[in-house]
């Protein structure tokens, strides 16, 4: 048995992101589960049938319908992981009924008028959405130790926003221009619910782009990065694989910007940094370099004549893009050392 | 412009049978395709929505609603490619009409008692059932010349009876042994409609049994085998791959039994077959080596200590499997060369 | 039986181009199959091993060992579908024996001196080289209509070009910006030759770039783009499928251009042509809506406040990327209808 | 940083094996990891290249040329997980001076004659394989407790094993009776090395049989299981995955054996287990429910007028099916809990 300090709970405890959770926090030795819920919409049934027979049985815990008086009475510190819409509801709900709150939806990461506009759906609570602090935690750490209530990255924006915002901290990009991030993703991202999209022999060799022009993540890079609107192109492409962001960003830098001056850049921001691992200049990193662990490996390759950065970003979309930065969030939030229960640094490979 | 002979429908043109049916029948030069139709239930609706940009546009032919009069007056030939349950309801109906039939649903394969027993779905009318031929071309080509109504065969059922056929023929079956059958499917077997098993992240580098002990293919191998009920023991199981089947048969033989007296047993029966291909003994197929091809490719391995004959048969469950198989039926009983429009030898590879 | 007009060779028979050849010529009506080469250096023992049993054994042709003799003695037309630096070699004796001679290597579509400094291998003989017709058939139709040596597109730049071609006639580039080109590839079309790389466990759930800043189709796309050097950025991604090249290219436009504009000068372009389908703008492509054809789907997206063009342009790698292109090139040559041969319009899908 | 008790070592640590169990071992609280060795034919100097830039570097410890003085000064217990051939020699050796070994090629896990047979390959030291422990650990823990030299199990044997042992201890299965074990494994299974057959366009979207009657773990299986030569017809066929293998075994039962019986006899067996897990009568295992675990799930379904049942049986072939029990094997050396650094239940999934 190991000693536990924090009673933990997972609402959404049957998608992909509350599985993850689930993964990471049976061996997190500071947490103790006790509280997983389903949605409240009960639209996870369809899931559960499948392994009805497998894990979850085997688990000691079982998946309840989400009720709030059985949730706030179980747990100090709880995992919203619903589908964006109905997530931001109930974590403004439980934050303000005492819980620590950590909320992996886009609901909580916008302003309400950009909420609306990108998601076209009812926005969660004012007050939460302006208290709730946005959790990418190299930087803004001074932030989270002190939250009670956390927007949990996205995970396109996360792996944007690692690979460029030491250029626009250090003043390497040329402002005013566009930057593209050309993304690709991993089909867990889509979520658990089946599709037509995302049906096995539509996918199966296949890729394509989506919401061009229209993906939500858009305007919260721009935001993280604090560039003005219209500052960034974000493709989004779905990858014929499970798990796992790619991301290939081509940034206008400072035409008497040198290579070394890039290096030295983001060495300078990142390297006391325990989950970023930087590539040296003209190594690219690949997808399954991270798959399984919180980390972010970044590459990069300067085009001098064009004056042209091209940035490599890659992440585990469950891990850092989602439930491992819940996680490293909950550490610091806590007090606790940020890699506890999220020491493995060898991928899932092969 | 080709010459065009017969004016051909399909009903169910948006499945992956149909879809199959249209790229198959677009390049035969002695049909012209007149009519395609959804579902009458418009569940596939979710389907069109996806692809309306690409593919269906550039085809001349619209895809309509389902309506027996417009078939009617629009074809001599129609296939039905629908969901067993209404597939041969449908069928039953435009034979009745007049046209000839070839109906790829299992609807029509299987005594109206044992369909009940293993669809567990009402029956399509009995006098169709009765008058329909079942489709195996290679062993049923007399019945099926003269037929106006085919059951065309279920993928499994004409992998397994491929491979089994000849050693029940030729009498090297050690009768009243149970014949295990081994198979496994590539996803597209399953069909267009999404489903929790079929959603890419749970099945992407997975693989499981499925409907073991009760998939209804098994009552048809047997009666396609002409052996008694319980002969065969069927495990289904689904590849990560969009495409093909792939069977391992295990065979009690005769204990004197040689692997010349095997090998000429095959080909006896197969020598003058155009859609089958034997490899030497002892040579193994590969799943790819019949892709987009109506082919079926058989080898087998003799374990002579134990008595036991290996078969191992591949085809491409969307062509020999279904499609494929019902213009080979097409070709057969309209008098052409039977390889009409299924010319493509060389699979799809890589 | 075919009436057969001209006596067709291959020499490389045994790599992915290759068999690619032999699906298609296997069914063109105007051809006869009459030659099959593998490499001289015989480095296709290894491939051979695995198949023997298979393909090869069912097709009538032999695969020999190249001899000029034979092949110049035996064929009309011959492709050379051989790894760069030896495939222009062999390509250009044959030419200077008398056949027509379509190479699908990278050797003849640079000047020389390009060449060296981006494939870093010893050129083809330079009269060769520059009597060679670059084959991207839309682009080039009367010269190549009069060539006896056509050196056959890469399959990136067929698909990039294909995707900004049209922008830079039309006068929409704003010129001397910087185009990127955001290319994935299918792992065919690294060859058939293993290597750590193309392991399967490997690059099963991976996704990564390569060669960034050095990819030998960089110069080949600015050649045929008519654009100086440095003008493209490109960015080749290996993606864990077999088949398929994926386009995102990022173009700067004309501030005041409107998105019809747009879609009317790629209308104006590729209106009659019968491999190129445009969708509506805003509509995006699936690699898997042209695999298996020679078509090239191309959809856009404007961002009009950044004055950015997204298009997106797919392939299938070994069709219009390679094999296709080359026999659309044959049929140009002999006066014969494009898409002889290529008729196959509905994808392999799924 | 953790308290250390065992300096450990792996020779092979590039192989999947190798890196699988740094993977495990950078995480298990009793050891330290002390040399880290490649093989010493330096064939892998192909694997190293590719990711010189990414995890080695990050890791501490280089990865050295294997030198056996090294090897012996800095490690109390060395994994050899080197090619079968080489892997023995190395084992003994290192048994020979001292250290504890756990070699996880077939080396030393079949008497010398049959090793010849079956391997076809000069075998390791009589006396290292005479002495070495076969390290299945739930049915030879007195002995592997003892040990300072095991042959870990291979892959197959470990999941086939675990599925039948229970029956035939327990007199269940039908005496002398052929039992037939379908094997399917991902690709990671044949090793690192790149090959024609692992080439990635050769695998993607295939399935089929290898070694079809010759396959090495066969003897394994009936020696393990203490069966009669010639009791197993193995079949082992290559999944289009990294990972993982599946087991479909068909065994004839006593007739009047009923489903409860079965069920009683696979508790009594494995209830105390920390790593098997049964699943009730008719549910099926998949192969994700233990990829990333140390786990293998076995369910079963009883055709009771056939009087087979079939057993169903799933590991990670990396983990239960090689390092995974490797370390299970260290832990029950050194009197540790047996999950130590084995403790992850949830599967990396999806």
Same mark, same amino acid.
């Given at each position: 048995m190991r000693e536990t300090e924090v009673r933990v709970g997972i609402v959404g405890a049957t998608g992909y992101s509350g599985?993850?959770?689930?993964?990471i926090l049976s061996r997190h030795e500071r947490v103790s589960l006790t509280?997983?819920?389903?949605?409240? #919409?009960?639209?996870?049934?369809?899931?559960?049938?499948?392994?009805?027979?497998? #894990?979850?049985?085997?688990h000691r815990l079982p998946v309840l319908p989400y009720e709030a008086d059985a949730c706030v009475s179980q747990c100090d510190v709880v995992f919203v992981a619903l589908p964006s819409g109905s997530?931001?509801?109930?974590?403004?709900?439980?934050?303000?009924?005492?819980?620590?709150?950590?909320?992996?939806?886009?609901?909580?990461?916008?302003?309400?008028?950009?909420?609306?506009?990108?998601y076209g759906k009812?926005?969660?609570?004012? #007050?939460?959405?302006?208290?709730?602090?946005?959790?990418?935690?190299?930087?803004?750490?001074?932030?989270?130790?002190?939250?009670?209530? %956390?927007?949990?990255p996205g995970c396109y924006a996360t792996c944007a926003t690692l690979a460029l915002y030491p250029l626009i901290q250090g003043g390497l990009y040329a402002?005013?221009?566009?930057?593209?991030?050309?993304?690709?993703?991993?089909?867990s991202g889509a979520g658990r619910t089946p599709t037509q999209n995302t049906h096995f022999p539509e996918l199966a060799g296949n890729f394509y782009a989506y919401r061009v022009g229209r993906h939500q993540h858009t305007p919260e890079i721009e935001q993280s990065l604090r560039l003005s609107d219209g500052s960034i192109i974000l493709t989004t492409q779905l990858l014929p694989v499970a798990r796992g %962001?790619?991301?290939?960003?081509?940034?206008?830098?400072?035409?008497t910007c040198s290579i070394d001056e890039i290096d030295a850049c983001f060495h300078r921001v990142y390297d006391s940094e325990p989950f970023i691992r930087l590539l040296p200049p003209g190594e690219i990193p690949e997808l399954k370099h991270v798959l399984g662990t919180n980390l972010c490996t970044i590459g990069f390759h300067l085009h001098p004549n064009q004056g042209v950065l091209q940035v490599f970003s890659v992440i585990d979309n469950l891990m850092k893009g989602a439930a491992g930065q819940a996680v490293q969030n909950l550490n610091v939030i806590q007090g606790w050392p940020e890699t506890t229960g999220l020491e493995q640094e060898w991928p899932f490979y092969p």
């Open positions: 599985r993850e959770l689930i993964r509280y997983l819920a389903r949605s409240p #919409e009960g639209l996870k049934n369809r899931v559960e049938t499948r392994s009805a027979g497998s #894990e979850p049985r085997f997530s931001g509801q109930i974590a403004a709900e439980l934050w303000a009924r005492g819980l620590v709150v950590i909320d992996l939806s886009g609901d909580l990461r916008l302003p309400t008028d950009k909420y609306e506009v990108w009812p926005p969660a609570p004012k #007050e939460a959405q302006e208290t709730a602090v946005y959790g990418l935690t190299e930087f803004n750490r001074p932030l989270i130790r002190a939250a009670r209530l %956390i927007a949990n402002p005013n221009t566009t930057i593209v991030v050309d993304a690709k993703s991993g089909v %962001i790619y991301v290939t960003a081509y940034v206008k830098v400072e035409k």
